[in-house]
């Protein structure tokens, strides 16, 4: 259970709307690299994960994956907050505005929507924290791309601290993989699944 705080863990306050700003920013909310893929794959790894500081960070990062969610959300909500139909079209924004007004709605920047395809929960500690790590830094490849091409300072502030977290993330995803390889046999940890196998079998020896 989460107590919900009604804030922003970043404070968005966007003075100038640009539709062609919030077709790019809403990648970060339902890309293949964006914040619900995160949120879900941290949140569902955690329940098979054998050690306990590993389900705590997934748990802590998936948590917190949720608030970065917020905070796509309200940069791409004020971005487009009171423009006109025909300005919304005029900033590229037209085939979003004809299937979704200026609401909120998980895609990529290409307009691919969300789907659960785009992340993993494989049930192999190994696996998923090997997953975690690349997905950490892929966001944080999106976070560069996007402070490349905008140049608003409302708008670049926020994206600045969600990259930052993001490094922060992949931090903790790597302390992880070391206390998971420590409690491991060290010369082989792929020996076998501690998800899944109770102890290594013949084949694993």
Not at 79 to 90: G, I, P, R, S
Not at 102 to 109: D, F, V
Request: proline share 5%; net charge negative.
């Amino acid at each position: 259970m989460w107590i919900y705080e009604k804030r922003l863990e970043f404070p968005v306050n966007i003075k100038e709307p640009n539709a062609r700003l919030a077709k790019f920013i809403m990648s970060q909310y339902g890309g293949p690299d964006g914040e619900i893929s995160a949120s879900m794959r941290y949140l569902s790894q955690r329940y098979s994960m054998p050690y306990n500081e590993c389900k705590a960070a997934l748990t802590d990062i998936g948590t917190e994956e949720l608030a970065h969610m917020e905070i796509i959300a309200a940069i791409v909500h004020q971005l487009t907050k009171n423009l006109t139909a025909d300005q919304l079209v005029e900033q590229g924004f037209g085939p979003y505005y004809i299937d979704h007004g200026t609401g909120i709605w998980p895609q990529a920047a290409a307009g691919i929507p969300f789907n659960a395809c785009e992340f993993q929960s494989k049930g192999d500690v190994i696996t998923d924290l090997h997953e975690d790590l690349a997905a950490e830094q892929k966001a944080r490849s999106t976070y560069d791309n996007i402070l490349r091409v905008v140049k608003d300072y409302d708008v670049c502030e926020p994206i600045k601290f969600l990259r930052e977290r993001e490094v922060v993330h992949y931090q903790r995803f790597g302390e992880c993989l070391r206390i998971t390889q420590e409690k491991l046999d060290s010369r082989n940890f792929y020996a076998f699944n501690p998800e899944f196998d109770m102890q290594p079998g013949p084949y694993q020896q």
